[in-house]
């Protein structure tokens, strides 16, 4: 069975740091783009940050400059580096990757969520 599994969350004071990982395991033959998305409390989930296989990024404006995503494919491991954290940070946080689990196919998996809390 695939999974992702997160870590790395936990509370932070604002200006602070954290790093995410988010490690995929199991069966599967290989994983396209991974990436990363926030739900904050009463809100939708939204996108935070995206890799490719290759190694292109995209990120949510409201993240540029302060978040690095990146990627070791070797450990099938994408990471979010996030500085100068907010309070509007506030979040859990949820890993995501289009992976194949057999020839032909490719399926979107999910991650539990780790919870970011930046205190003000």
């Known amino acids: 069975q695939v999974r992702l599994v997160e870590s790395g969350g936990g509370l932070v004071q604002a200006g602070g740091s954290l790093t995410l990982s988010c490690a995929a395991s199991?069966?599967?033959?290989?994983?396209?783009?991974m990436g990363w998305y926030r739900q904050a409390p009463e809100k939708q989930r939204e996108l935070v940050a995206t890799?490719?296989?290759?190694?292109?990024?995209n990120y949510a404006d409201f993240v540029k400059g302060r978040f690095t995503i990146s990627r070791d494919n070797a450990r099938d491991t994408v990471y979010l580096q996030m500085n100068s954290l907010k309070p509007e940070d506030t979040a859990v946080y949820y890993c995501?990757?289009?992976?194949?689990?057999?020839?032909?196919?490719?399926?979107?998996?999910w991650g539990q969520g780790t919870q970011v809390t930046v205190s003000s």
């Open positions: 199991g069966p599967f033959r290989s994983i396209r783009s």
């Open positions: 995501q990757a289009y992976i194949s689990p057999r020839a032909g196919s490719f399926f979107s998996y």
């Open positions: 890799i490719t296989g290759g190694a292109l990024t």
